[in-house]
T-cell receptor, first 112, second 115 residues
Framework: EDQVTQSPEALRLQEGESSSLNCSYT??????LFWYRQDPGKGPEFLFT???AGEEKEKERLKATLTKKESFLHITAPKPEDSATYLC?????????????FGTGTLLAVQP | KAGVTQTPRYLIKTRGQQVTLSCSPI?????VSWYQQTPGQGLQFLFE???????NKGNFPGRFSGRQFSNSRSEMNVSTLELGDSALYLC??????????????FGEGSWLTVV
């Protein structure tokens, strides 16, 4: 059964304190891994898609990496506005679908 | 370019009633999927439509149904509402499911409270 696990569940950082969020997955044939950011009361906002082990993508203070078993979202010198829940997800049924299996998310709080 | 639009944003219903939620995908996107988000269960897949055909269905009771119109707009319906149906219902759209580079975008959601 396809499964996505995120850790930690919650993370509190001081402004400027870099860290990483983890997403480990068990799927039969990875066809992409998605990272989203979700603010309270809003829908998930797309950040990155990674397709193959070794791939990296960056956006401002965020960098996502992918291995054969997990993905990391590195946050460099975070600011309070980076506070949100970060979700990762993988497509189910070989990927020819928009059925995503989501992790439970990491709630990030960045304090000034 | 407009994003995924969901209406209504907030609604309150009584147990036993039914509700219809609407989703307009990004222009040019033919795939629409629906998710339920609750604090306890996280994001759970409801169903997916492509070119007016349901392609996938999640593990939800038959009270949950949906459809897609020829203009790709989609609706979902929940009949005989229960308290446990209170959730954020999210719609997502994309161009070509399963293709490299396909991005799935979400709307802001419809907050349903059942009392």
């Amino acid at each position: 059964e396809d499964q996505v696990t995120q850790s930690p569940e919650a993370l509190r950082l001081q402004e400027g304190e870099s860290s990483s969020l983890n997403c480990s997955y068990t799927v039969s044939g990875l066809r992409g891994l998605f990272w989203y950011r979700q603010d309270p009361g809003k829908g998930p906002e797309f950040l990155f898609t990674l397709y193959s082990a070794g791939e990296e993508k960056e956006k401002e203070r965020l960098k996502a990496t992918l291995t054969k078993k997990e993905s990391f979202l590195h946050i460099t010198a975070p600011k309070p506005e980076d506070s949100a829940t970060y979700l990762c997800a993988v497509p189910n049924y070989g990927g020819a679908t928009n059925k995503l299996i989501f992790g439970t998310g990491t709630l990030l709080a960045v304090q000034p | 370019k407009a994003g995924v639009t969901q209406t209504p944003r907030y609604l309150i219903k009584t147990r036993g009633q039914q509700v219809t939620l609407s989703c307009s995908p990004i222009s040019g996107h033919r795939s629409v999927s629906w998710y339920q988000q609750t604090p306890g269960q996280g994001l759970q897949f409801l169903f997916e439509y492509f070119s007016e055909t349901q392609r996938n269905k999640g593990n939800f009771p038959g009270r949950f149904s949906g459809r897609q119109f020829s203009n790709s707009r989609s609706e979902m319906n929940v009949s005989t509402l229960e308290l446990g149906d209170s959730a954020l219902y999210l719609c997502a759209s994309s161009q070509s499911p399963g293709t490299v580079g396909n991005t799935i975008y979400f709307g802001e959601g419809s907050w349903l409270t059942v009392v």
